[in-house]
Every structure is written in C-alpha cells, then in structure tokens.
C-alpha cells in the first residue's frame, strides 16, 4: 500500500465524522448517510422546511404553515433501510361545510418506511416519503369542528354563529320549500 494512499484514506475518514448519520448539505431534508449509520440504528429529530415539501400554499382546503416535524428510528438491516416514528405539520385548513379557515396540525405518529437495496454507501432521502405520510394523514373532507353546522342553504348564514329564520323545522332544503308554498 502506498504512503498516498494511506494518506488519501485519512483524510477521507477525517471529512466523515462518526455521529448522526445526516448528509450535509442537505438543505434541511432527511438524508441517510448509510455508510455513517450506527450498526443499531440512530434516532433522527429534526425539522424539514417548508420550501423542499412541495406543498401547495394556496391549496384550497390544507394550506402548509410550518415545516414537517419527525422523530424517527432508523436502522439498516439486511440491505433495508427501516425508519419508524413520528411525522407532523401545520396546516390552516378550510372547512368544507362553513368555509371558515383553522388551523390543523397533521399527523403520523406510525410512520413506517421501509427502503430495500439500500447499499451501504449511498445517501438516501427520506423527505418525500415523510411528506406522502403527511398527505395520507389529511381527512378528505376537513371539518373546524365535528359538530359543525354548516352554511344554511337557503340564507348562506354561518349556523355556528348565528341561527337563521329559514330552517326551523326539518332542514333548509325542506324549509326553503315550506317558504314557496306560503307565497
Ligand atoms: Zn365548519
Ligand atoms: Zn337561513
């Protein structure tokens, strides 16, 4: 073995310091050095920005308002490459029966992916998969609350604040009919 290439292999472990397993230079996102991974996995906290999540802010219904929080186990086993915790994210969300923004925060606390044919020298980003557990964890139809009363139909007004004249009895589609009759 040649002194430079001993040489050569200092300083490539120098620039590899042990401990967490992050890529630098990441810009926030989640990427596992495979090579610099604790043989009994590591725990990995952080925080990805908002600006490498792809979200729409303007969304109609989630609209993101921080970045996506996880608390995750990784750990290699076999050429696989499991991470298991905790994802979260804040969102202002709109309701779809009053149409009033809330905030919301989204959550995953059984998160659980898994990467095969992971070699042990590659970097490979978690971020997008983190982000698919967030999606996955919106309600197709987001409510401010569960009891929510909605829009009247007939008059528009917010049942949560105010009640209305229109649907007294049975409900607005039937008040509404009850109205015509009288005239
Ligand atoms: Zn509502
Ligand atoms: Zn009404």
């Known amino acids: 073995m040649s002194e430079d290439y001993e040489k050569n292999l200092e300083s490539v472990a120098s620039a590899r310091p042990v401990g967490a397993a992050l890529q630098a230079a990441s810009q926030g996102r989640l990427i596992i050095d495979v090579?610099?991974?604790?043989?009994?996995?590591?725990?990995?906290?952080?925080?990805?920005p908002i600006d490498q999540l792809d979200l729409d802010p303007d969304d109609l219904l989630f609209r993101p308002r921080s970045g996506l929080r996880y608390k995750l186990r990784v750990t290699l086993l076999d050429g696989i490459l499991f991470a298991s915790g905790r994802a979260e994210e804040d969102f202002e969300?709109?309701?779809?029966?009053?149409?009033?923004?809330?905030p919301w925060t989204a959550c995953d606390d059984e998160v659980e992916i898994s990467i095969e044919n992971a070699a042990a020298d590659s970097f490979i980003d978690l971020t997008d998969s983190l982000r698919e557990c967030i999606i996955l964890s919106f309600p197709s139809n987001p409510l401010c609350r569960e009891d929510c009363k909605g829009l009247c139909q007939h008059c528009g007004k917010n049942l949560?604040?105010?009640?209305?004249?229109?649907a007294q009895d049975g409900d607005g589609r039937w008040g509404a009919l009850?109205?015509?009759?009288m005239e």
């Open 93 to 102: 969300c709109t309701c779809v029966r009053c149409a009033e923004d809330f």
């Open 160 to 166: 949560n604040k105010e009640a209305c004249e229109c």
């Open 178 to 181: 009850d109205g015509l009759e």
């Open 35 to 48: 090579a610099r991974l604790d043989e009994g996995g590591e725990d990995f906290n952080g925080e990805i």
